[in-house]
C-alpha cells in the first residue's frame, strides 16, 4: 500500500501470464485461409481487437471446438514466476486481476490450477451454436473508450478510482496500450515497451514475474 491507496494489478494473460498468444498459435496451428492479414491488422491497429479477433475466429468452424480448445490449452506455457506473483499478491495484500482479451474456453482452464477467484478473470466470450466460432464481448468499451477493444481494460481499470488505488498493469502489446495511459505503473514486455517509450509512460521492463515481485518488493522497502 503507498499513501493509504490499495494496491491492484490488471494484468494481461496472451503473451503475459502464458509466454506465447494463444490467439495467434490457434490460428497458425489450424490455418484457415486469409488469416494472416487480419493479424497484421490488429497488430498495425488498422482493424480494432474487436472486429479482427471476431473475424480471426469466424474462420473456424464450431465443430472443430473441442481439437481448438485441447490444442490451445495443450501449447499455454505459463511464464517463470506467475505462481509465485500470485502468492507475493495475496501476502501483501495486492489486489490481482487478470484482464485478458483471450477467449473464455482457453483462459479459465489454463488459469484454473491457481485459484484465482473466477470474478477476477476478464476475458472473452464463446459461442460454438452457429456453423463458426463466434466471439462474444461481455466486458466491451464503456462510453469512455473508442477503441473498439471487445475486452476493454480500460473500462475495467476506470472501476479502480485513482484516488483509492495505486494501480499497475503487467502486459506486452496491443490490447494494453489503452489501459497503459490510465495506469501509475506498466510492467511492460515487447510491443508494449516499445509503445511505453513513445509516449513517455512510467515502466519497468519484465521478462518473467519474478522480475515483477524483485521490483514490488524494493517498491515497499522504500516505503517502510
Ligand atoms: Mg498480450
Ligand atoms: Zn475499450
Avoid at 493509504?4 to 496472451?14: E, L, S, T, V
Avoid at 490467439?23 to 498495425?44: E, K, N, S
Avoid at 483471450?102 to 459461442?127: Q, R, T
Avoid at 515502466?203 to 522480475?211: A, C, K, M, N
Wanted: glycine share 8%; hydrophobic share 35%; with cysteine.
Amino acid at each position: 500500500m503507498s499513501g493509504g491507496k490499495r494496491d491492484i494489478i490488471f494484468c494481461d494473460f496472451d503473451g503475459t501470464i502464458t509466454v506465447n498468444d494463444n490467439i495467434i498459435a490457434i490460428i497458425r496451428h489450424f490455418d484457415p485461409p486469409g488469416w494472416q492479414p487480419v493479424v497484421d491488422d490488429i497488430i498495425h491497429q488498422r482493424k480494432s481487437v474487436r472486429q479482427g479477433v471476431g473475424e480471426l475466429f469466424r474462420m473456424l468452424p464450431s465443430a472443430k471446438r473441442r481439437e481448438v480448445t485441447e490444442f490451445a490449452v495443450s501449447q499455454a506455457k505459463i511464464r517463470d514466476g506467475f505462481a509465485e506473483l500470485l502468492d507475493y499478491c495475496r501476502e501483501n495484500d495486492i489486489e490481482f486481476l487478470v484482464t485478458s482479451g483471450g477467449i473464455d474456453f482457453f483462459v479459465y482452464p489454463v488459469l484454473e490450477p491457481f485459484g484465482i477467484p473466477k470474478e477476477n478473470i476478464f476475458c472473452n466470450g464463446s459461442d460454438f451454436s452457429g456453423e463458426r466460432i463466434e466471439i462474444t464481448w461481455p466486458n466491451a468499451c464503456d462510453s469512455e473508450c473508442s477503441n473498439d477493444c471487445g475486452m476493454c481494460k480500460p473500462t475495467v481499470i476506470r472501476r479502480y478510482p485513482p484516488s483509492a488505488y495505486n494501480r499497475m498493469l503487467i502486459g506486452d502489446s496491443v490490447t494494453d496500450f489503452a489501459g497503459a495511459k490510465l495506469v501509475d505503473l506498466v510492467f511492460s514486455r515487447a510491443q508494449l515497451t516499445e509503445k511505453c517509450r513513445e509516449l513517455g509512460l512510467p515502466h519497468i521492463e519484465f521478462e518473467t514475474f519474478h522480475d515483477v515481485i524483485r521490483h514490488l518488493r524494493q517498491e515497499r522497502t522504500v516505503i517502510r
